[in-house]
């Protein structure tokens, strides 16, 4: 009796279930689970798949397909990683194939692209219309080419009918070709020929080459080089020796060198390693309560206020970690503190440390995929954004989750919709290690876990160099506007205060939650304002350069001279944005460089490094910023912080408002007075008597904390209740309007009162898409997992409506 064999596999697609492939027995004795193979699937697609099961049971409703290839020498995903995504999907409930795709750096999937072959048989030209003779011609030099060459040499985008047409003559054929996208960097090295490994060939070598003067000095140099006992790097010979490449070239002819190639890192790190900093006594007992807090909680939160020197104490922890072997993971909140902490570690781990993140390149995520995999030296420490929990750890001993508050953590699109710290918790469980979890403005969840001693708890409270916390001045702009003591957006307090710093040489930061120039332009005749074509928003006006642009879309249109609605030239900006006050301090402060830091000046891969290290440098004398500015920044001469606006932060319709706005200011003025002199924070506010303006004012956690508990508990909110958010898409809006009335009765039915809405969001159409929501609110006692199987449940009938399948249903578990 012959055997079958076969696999289970996951697909990179949102298709809930495992597909089975057939294979050799061969084959199933080389495959391990988490190896990626090349099937194909669909109507000619061919996808990489990741290996999940190896077994002999053949699919019942379906024939199995056979394998294209099998990609991998060995797994590249690891059983705990597999398991981890399981968790991702189910919790999430997405399919395990969206997780796949989020996790595998792109170039490590395979992706198939249609090429464009020629049939031998047919060769009558009179049949061709110019365009199609073109592509006839091209197949007569080449025996392939891809689609995007046929739009090359066309000269335009949609080739299709052309190709359909070429098919129809039957000129050509198409087929699908895999490629791999991945290529390693590879740098030249050179090594001497094996026969002059003895002195007497090598003396015969030299005297041969004494007229060749270059290829002389080229072979003395190299014996230079190779006395360092380290691998010789062409370029490096070329310029000790001063020779060109083609003297080089010339003597590995002769056999007398040998070229060779070696994979590098992107990522180098050159200077010298320090040992980690000694703590003070309070960082050295919040260390000590963390270790003792680790035998019984394997999470710890640790509440450190802002400048207290948590990066030490997460140091010393990560020193004792790579002690004993183990691989740790830092995760930040967003990419632009990367420079500074990977600086400050670095220091202290030098080599051992890798950067991952979305800026990086497709390669370079690869190569920190292979060398956490291999679990090599240079990978013991990750330090990424939240995708970094993706990797293939094999040893992890601890996770350092850093601004553990920041909303950023959570994946809001596309699926997985995931946060990053709560996964990273799971993470932690499922490799047995430990994780902190530190902040200076826990979350509410957080802290509140910490209470109900989920988590461990520890705190430092002391800034570090005995330098007090910042000292923190309300301005009333109500007052400050009747007394006329305003100058645009500044009030006469602010002012000085700047003028103070300013004289003193030191440095300002000023906050203002808003980007472009003003958030709307409005007509004072009729009070039209311009609105995207796309969405339902107003556009904002961008002054640099006289254009209005869509921050939802990235719609944009010149500035018109008048009112589209009208026709007067009454146009006017209202409200303002970073770049407004930028151009106010330009005339305020002539003699000072101003900069600014929002999404706008910072795009690229560097380009939140050359902002940061213009002010380190002191190149900068005020940064004005967005939400950036208040995420964990280290400044040392930075002794004012300006927060022009706060009530901007409290006005938004979400039960996280007033906790975030908390957040926001008290972490903003924490980048105040971080070295030896105590720092000023002025807050300009409508409302100075607010409870949240007052929680900043006197930096009172706790007190923030119980008040908006309270409010979490009366509105059944997180982290008493649970939320899952459902949200309908669609370009018809009287489609999203019937599908979310069937599927607010259908979930009422089963869940009664818990289930709130249908609303539209404050921005209801975006990119033509029309958009409403429920949210779904799950008591304390009610299951979770019972809960998603109901909507599961629901969602699936709903998908099996005709008029409804075409509507886009997007779940957010533990929805921000
Ligand atoms: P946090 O992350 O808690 O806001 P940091 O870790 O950025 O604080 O520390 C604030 C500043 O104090 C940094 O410039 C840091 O280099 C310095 N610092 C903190 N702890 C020490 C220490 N033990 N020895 C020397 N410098 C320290
Ligand atoms: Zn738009």
Known sequence: MSTFYFIDVVLPIPIQKAFTYAITQEEASFLKKGMRVAVSFGSNSIYTAIVLEIHQNAPTLYEAKE???ILDESPIVSEIQLKHWEWISSYYMCSLGEVFRAALPSALLLESETVVYKNQVFDDESLLNNEEFLIFEALQHQSQITIQQVSDILGKKKVMPVINQLIKKSVIYLREEIYEQYKPKLEKYVRLHSKYSDDQ??????????NAKQQHAAVLTFFQLTSKNKAIKAKDLEKKAGVSGAILKALVEKSVFELYHLQVDRISFQGNVNSVRNLN????????????????????????????????VYSKLIDEQLKIGKQVLFLLPEIALTTQIIARLQQYFGHQISVFHSKYSINERVEVWHNVLENQS??????????????PF???????????HETSYKQVDPSPRYNARDAAIVLAKMHQAKIVLGSATPSLESYYNSHQQKYGFVTLNKRFGEV??????????KEKQRKKQLKGHFSDTLLQYIQNALDQKEQVILFQNRRGFSPIVECVSCGFSPQCPNCDVSLTYHKFKHELRCHYCSYQRA???????????????KGFGTEQIEIELKTLFPDFVIGRMDLDTTRGKFGYQKIIGAFEAREIDILVGTQMLSKGLDFDNVTLVGILNADALLNFPDFRAYERAFQMMVQVSGRSGRAQKQGNVVIQTYDPAHSIIQQVANTNYEKMF???????????????????????????????????NWLFRALQGVFGAYVLGPTAPSVSRIRNQHIKNLVIKIPPKQSLSGTKKQLQKIRNTFEAVKEFRSIRFVIDVDAY
């Open 67 to 69: 394998i294209h290839q």
């Open 281 to 312: 006594e309070f960082q050295a007992k919040a260390l000590f309560d963390i270790n003792e807090s680790f035998r019984e909680n394997e999470i710890v939160l640790l509440h450190g206020i802002t400048s207290s020197g948590k990066t030490e």
């Open 559 to 573: 500035m018109p001279n008048s009112c589209g609605a009208c026709g007067n030239n009454t146009l006017e900006t």
């Open 394 to 404: 094999s040893n992890l001993g601890l996770i350092v989750v850093d601004e553990e």
């Open 706 to 740: 119980e008040e908006q508990l309270q409010e979490r508990l009366k509105f059944n909110y997180p982290p008493y209740f649970r939320l899952i958010k459902i949200t309908l898409k669609h370009k018809d809006y009287a489609k999203v309007d019937l599908g979310i």
């Open 201 to 210: 060939s090598l003396e015969k070598l030299l005297s041969e080459l004494s």
């Open 378 to 391: 240079k990978a013991q420490i990750i330090l990424g954004a939240r995708s970094a929990i993706f990797l």
């Open 468 to 477: 007090k916390t910042p000292k923190i001045e309300l301005i009333d702009l």
